[in-house]
T-cell receptor, first 115, second 116 residues
Framework: NAGVTQTPKFRVLKTGQSMTLLCAQD?????MYWYRQDPGMGLRLIHY???????AKGEVPDGYNVSRLKKQNFLLGLESAAPSQTSVYFC??????????????FGDGTRLSIL | KNQVEQSPQSLIILEGKNCTLQ??????????LRWYKQDTGRGPVSLTI?????NTKSNGRYTATLDADTKQSSLHITASQLSDSASYIC???????????????FGTGTLLAVQP
């Protein structure tokens, strides 16, 4: 049972390059999320999805795009990377719960550096 | 402004000792409060989730308490082990019509180091 798997684990990009981060979950969760974690700050929500084919903006969506073509996968794209996007990116998933009382299951993160 | 503040920022204790971590929040309306453990280089792992009607919840040697009136929570770790060394993150869910769209406010965490 792999849970939430993120690829790649590490990546270094040059300013202006593009890339896609992949998140896969095998728990049949409806909801998936992308967060970024920066030193001295709590995790911040970038985008999320409440089901296959749906996406929505979170707290810090600028510069990122997402897609959820399959229930088990949630992709995060950077079209033109900027140094401010240097961060650790976490994907999470959860079951639906009427009042959101289900825990989120996190992957182990992608460490991204933009030079 | 919805905020979650944790204290202390960091803590060093000896193996076998107990410790208590604090979380104060201003999130309103309130749905639930979560504690996560994040090992270095790993993603957060859920320890407990408490709704406003729950004032204590345990998970092994971890016991979380919640006072919804004063908007305070604590995480008590009993008989600490070296493997407890990690960052402990308090997360408060603000009620937003229910479901996964509830806004989660993450604290910055308390970094705990357990020394032999």
């Amino acid at each position: 049972n792999a849970g939430v798997t993120q690829t790649p684990k590490f990546r270094v990009l040059k300013t202006g390059q593009s890339m896609t981060l992949l998140c896969a979950q095998d728990m049949n969760h409806e909801y998936m999320y992308w967060y970024r974690q920066d030193p001295g700050m709590g995790l911040r929500l970038i985008h999320y999805s409440v089901g296959e084919g749906t996406t929505a903006k979170g707290e810090v969506p600028d510069g990122y795009n997402v897609s959820r073509l399959k229930k088990q996968n949630f992709l995060l794209g950077l079209e033109s990377a900027a140094p401010s996007q240097t961060s650790v990116y976490f994907c999470a998933s959860s079951y639906y719960a009427e009042f959101g009382n289900q825990p989120q299951h996190f992957g182990d993160g992608t460490r991204l550096s933009i030079l | 402004k919805n905020q979650v503040e944790q204290s202390p920022q960091s803590l060093i204790i000896l193996e076998g000792k107990n410790c208590t971590l604090q979380c104060n929040y201003t999130v309103s309306p309130f749905s639930n409060l979560r504690w996560y453990k994040q090992d270095t280089g790993r993603g957060p792992v859920s320890l407990t989730i408490m709704t406003f009607s729950e004032n204590t919840k345990s998970n092994g040697r971890y016991t979380a308490t919640l006072d919804a009136d004063t908007k305070q929570s604590s995480l008590h770790i009993t008989a600490s082990q070296l493997s407890d060394s990690a960052s402990y993150i308090c997360v408060v869910s603000g009620l937003n019509h229910g479901g996964a769209t509830n806004k989660l406010i993450f604290g910055t965490g308390t970094l705990l180091a357990v020394q032999p």
